[in-house]
């Protein structure tokens, strides 16, 4: 019996993945990104047609390339027949068999949960009136090790979903064969992770039975780790489902207007977002004064839409137009369509003004320090990673919160740190663009033991 060929198509920026399975002729897609021509890229590299075109759920974290994927090639749009959406769409339902090939189907299976009309899909092969179950793509539900947390549609709704997932996890481990490969959407660094998927990249049911707390735990232990361990998420996830399901058209890739000197210098006059998309190390050696530093080499989008006020106008400044091109890329896929120009090249090309720099140290630096004047420690993580271990008398603003609680930070010196030196390199751009006395500490926070820094650990 032959099985479907399942490619993946990699977000990391974002931790998700998207799906094409084909058999060779016929191929369905499961949760595309918005930037649909890397789907079709990989369906013209396979030599396949896409017939169809399904989505788990109105995604938290993504606008969606299904309803233009769909559209675009004349495919089968399947959403969850509950849920609410002003486009034409083929209603899909629990137990309902979509036939993609005399080979090939997929069926729907209810896993409330993420949200609380959340579909999985079974893609099953056929031969000889034989059906097997060869995968599941699990969207927000089943991850690895891991499920989709159950708080983003508000705190109300919470405690409800929680059990629902816990009801629907099971099913998944009761109704499919222990050999069906586990795909799912979120869990490879997206917020809408509950636990961690402890960097697992593939699994099967068989393998979660054994590990994924969901299925080893009691339930009311599973609902009050899961509930314990859920931390904040981007601001930018409260305009997404409300995007998808208003029916997201393609993405404008055109490149964006060119930005010169005075008009770069307007716009930081004017409080405008510049961001300069170069890594933190050539940020902190020299750039323009006023700008923030998102650098491609880590979630950029996820960031930037988290602090950015949604609807702000930005411009991006890259060493080429290849970066500014990966940018927008990333931006539209969370609905950040107003670029309001860009610039390539580097500091010198964007400004005749003196260029700031930003101090890089590490944890070994500051034990120093400390010992010699006095500085302000402030910790960007997460409040969860905050309360786990910090340094003594470190002041913990996690990054999302920076721009709302600026004034909570004393007018000192300030030795910004993260768990790796990415988030902490932006807040201490946002901090220096506001004039503040910043050191970027470039460093993983494992170090800061090592270093001699005094800890407080919650264990």
Known sequence: MQQ???????????????????????????????????????ADEA????????????HNDYVTGGLALARQLGARYHVNAEDEVSFDREPIRDGDVVEISPTMRVRAIATPGHTFTHLSYAVESMADSEVVASAVFTGG??????????????????????????????RLADELPEHAEVLPTHGFGSFCSA??????????????????????????????????????YPAYYVHMTPANAAGPSAPDLD???RADKDTLAARIDAGEWVVDLRTRTAFAAGHVTGTTNFGLDGQFSTYL???????????????????????????????????????????????????GELQRAVFADLSQVRHHRPVHILDVRLAGEYE????????????????????????????????????????????????????????????????????????
Not at 48 to 53: K, L, N, P
Not at 326 to 340: K, N, P, T
């Open 4 to 42: 479907p060929t399942i490619v993946t198509i990699e977000t990391p920026s974002l931790g998700d993945r998207s799906y094409l399975a084909h058999d060779g002729e016929a191929a369905f897609v499961v949760d595309p990104q918005r930037d649909i021509d890397r789907v079709l890229e990989v």
């Open 47 to 58: 030599g396949v047609r896409i017939t169809d075109v399904f989505e788990t759920h109105l």
């Open 141 to 170: 539900s089943l991850l690895f090790g891991a499920t989709g947390r159950p708080d983003l549609l508000g705190e109300e709704h919470t405690s409800t979903l929680v059990h629902h997932q816990f009801a629907s996890i099971n």
């Open 195 to 232: 636990g961690s998927t402890g960097g697992a990249t593939e699994s099967t049911i068989g393998e979660e039975k054994r590990a994924n707390p969901a299925l080893t735990q009691e339930e009311e232990q599973w609902v009050a780790d899961t509930l314990a361990g859920l931390d904040a």
């Open 255 to 257: 490149t964006p207007e």
């Open 305 to 355: 839409g988290w602090i950015i006020p949604w609807g702000a106008p930005v411009t991006l400044l890259g060493e080429d137009a290849e970066q500014v091109d990966q940018a927008q890329r990333e931006l539209v896929r969370i609905g950040v369509d107003r670029i309001s120009g860009a610039a390539t090249g580097g500091p010198s090309n964007w400004t005749d003004r003196p260029l």
């Open 388 to 459: 786990d271990s910090h340094i003594e008398g470190a002041q913990n603003v996690p990054i999302g919160e920076l721009l709302e609680r600026i004034d909570e930070i004393p007018e000192r010196e300030l030795w910004v740190h993260c768990g790796s030196g990415y988030r902490a390199s932006i807040g201490a751009s946002v901090l220096a663009a506001r004039g503040r006395d910043v050191v970027l500490v470039d460093d993983g926070f494992g170090e800061a033991e090592a270093a001699g820094l005094p800890m407080t650990s919650a264990s």
